[in-house]
């Protein structure tokens, strides 16, 4: 196992290195530069990242990429700014002069908006032909997944950036966040994992009133969730909601007509809110829903023990305590689990501007990591340094830097391996593998949950639609208008702080805000998809 591994890598390495000269930086280059019989200088590419608050900043002496330059020859002049200002930073060094340009953009948050946008104005480069020349490992995903290379592709026709992709076999990662049963509760109250959304209330009551910290109050917490989003998405499926997937919160299809929905508007949907108003209401939910972030949530898990929680899986130390449950069956019967991703995550993960006089080699460069190699160094490190090859869990860090860098479970450990990986939430082209992946999703309990949920996952699943750029100036209005309304409410129905006796009245301001326009721009971007 560990041979073939070594060989596959050895492999990989030759497609990339073939790039440029290498610099004779150890055995692996020396001999690629034997098999290169191209002189060509050793290549420098300028980049521009956005790093996310787990990661270390300087990304020059970052030891993910000090090991990729050997494997791969092209120095990488790396200019990062934090996450959370990468998109306005990169929309400011775009508006000036093409000098002043980055060769490319990694993890920069680019929409399929601005993807057109930098397009149609010069300033991105049309990748379409470079990926079907230099970029076999993300070709072959492409040719064998047609839908990511649908969502991929612009209205224009031009594919303009290189995605970051979950594997569509990656079960658990697609599912994401899932209904998670405390076993000790279940088994101390004699109880069985619900299986429609009745017994799930009947549930949280019983486990409201069980005083399990054995206080003599009734202070437990049944149901923790980070925000109603979350709760939304493995609920709204039990009312037949959310039939085309998690990417499409607002649109889906109506069953009965084969006619695009608008969700938040339909009776099924108003039914969903009355079921949350009723757990709100009698204390099921927990009340620091509308302020916890996630450490505290990720705390309170760990150890002040919940019922049950939505969330993409128990912290480690406490994963044999929480099963995830089936997806619930609703008052009409549907079973549906709604909460499933597109393996499309991200589409504008990595760009090449005009200002860059090596595309090829740029895009040789990226698609190292759409390889099960490449997946390895990005998200495990270097073999017997940071990680150690395991036969039963090729995920497995090494005990000998477990210290440094342990599994992502939090928000320290994260930190620790943000000092030799960029991963942790960060947005970056390449593919999320099952057999490379160190978070949770990658646990055995997650991929248990996966497999139950999977009788009922949508028959389809929709990547993000694109948008022409008349079409997104609309969008961008009725989004805030209309989208921003829907949540707002959600939330005061839920509270009670409007009643149900409102909702005729809110179905009218919703067509007031453009709801009609709104239905006719999505159509259009379908029959765009489904139709190209
Ligand atoms: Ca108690």
Redesign the pocket.
């Known amino acids: 196992m560990k041979s073939t591994t070594r060989r596959m890598g050895l492999a990989a390495t030759a497609a990339v290195v073939l790039v440029g000269v290498c610099c004779a930086l150890g055995l692996t280059a020396a001999r690629l530069v034997e098999q290169n019989d191209n002189k060509e200088q050793s290549i420098t590419i300028k980049a521009f990242a956005g790093y996310s608050p787990a990661v270390a900043s300087d990304w020059n002496r970052m030891p993910l990429w000090l090991q990729y330059e050997r494997l791969s020859g092209i120095h990488i002049d790396w200019q990062t700014v934090p996450a959370s200002e990468v998109a306005d930073r990169r929309n400011l060094l775009l508006s000036r002069s093409p000098g002043e340009w980055p060769d490319i953009l990694y993890g920069t948050q680019l929409s399929p908006l601005e993807l057109v946008g930098y397009g149609a104005s010069g300033v991105l480069i049309p990748l379409e032909n470079l990926i079907d020349r230099e970029a076999p490992h993300l070709k072959a995903l492409l040719d064998r997944y047609p839908d990511v290379r649908r969502g991929l592709t612009m209205p224009d026709g031009h594919i303009y950036s290189l995605p970051m992709l979950y594997d569509p076999e990656f079960g658990s990662m697609l599912t994401g966040e899932k209904l998670w049963l405390s076993r000790s509760w279940l088994a101390a109250l004699g109880e069985r994992p619900p299986e429609t959304t009745e017994e799930l209330y009947r549930l949280l009551k019983r486990f409201a009133s069980s005083?399990?910290?054995?206080?003599y109050?009734?202070?437990?917490t049944a149901l923790l969730v980070q925000d109603i989003d979350s709760l939304e998405l493995v609920l709204k499926g039990a009312w037949g909601l959310g039939n085309r997937g998690a990417e499409h919160p607002f649109v889906d299809v109506n069953p009965r007509s084969g006619a695009l929905r608008f969700i938040p508007t339909s009776p099924e949907y108003k039914e969903m809110l009355q079921f949350m108003r009723r757990l709100y209401e009698e204390g099921l939910l927990d009340n620091r829903l509308f302020a916890i972030n996630e450490s505290e949530f990720l705390r309170l898990i760990r150890e002040e023990p919940v019922g049950a929680f939505v969330g993409n899986g128990p912290p480690s130390s406490v994963e044999g305590e929480y099963a995830a449950g089936a997806a619930l069956a609703g008052p009409r019967g549907d079973r549906l689990f709604a909460g499933v991703h597109h393996p499309l995550h991200r589409a504008g993960a990595f760009a090449v501007t005009s200002a860059n006089r090596y595309p090829e080699a740029a895009i040789r460069w990226a698609d190292y990591f759409y390889s099960e190699e490449g997946n390895r160094l990005f998200f495990l490190g270097s073999p017997d340094e940071t990680y150690r090859p395991a036969a039963e869990r090729a995920s497995a860090f090494s005990d000998s830097t477990a210290a440094v860098i342990g599994q992502g479970e939090d928000a320290k450990s994260e930190r620790r391996i943000g000092q030799f990986l960029i991963w942790p939430r960060a947005e970056y082209p390449g593919i999320v593998r099952k057999t490379t992946f160190p978070g949770a999703e990658s646990s055995a309990s997650a991929q248990a949950g996966a497999s139950r949920l999977q009788p009922a996952l949508p028959a389809e699943v929709w990547p993000g639609f694109t948008y022409t750029p008349d079409e997104n100036d609309l969008m961008i209005a009725y989004s805030a208008d209309i989208q921003g309304y829907v949540a707002e409410m959600r939330n005061r129905f839920i509270t009670g702080e409007v009643t149900f006796e409102a909702w005729d009245d809110y179905v009218v301001s919703l067509r007031r805000k453009g709801l009609t326009g709104y239905m006719a721009i999505y159509a259009s971007a379908y029959k765009r998809f489904a139709m190209p």
């Open positions: 005083d399990r910290n054995g206080n109050k009734h202070d437990e």
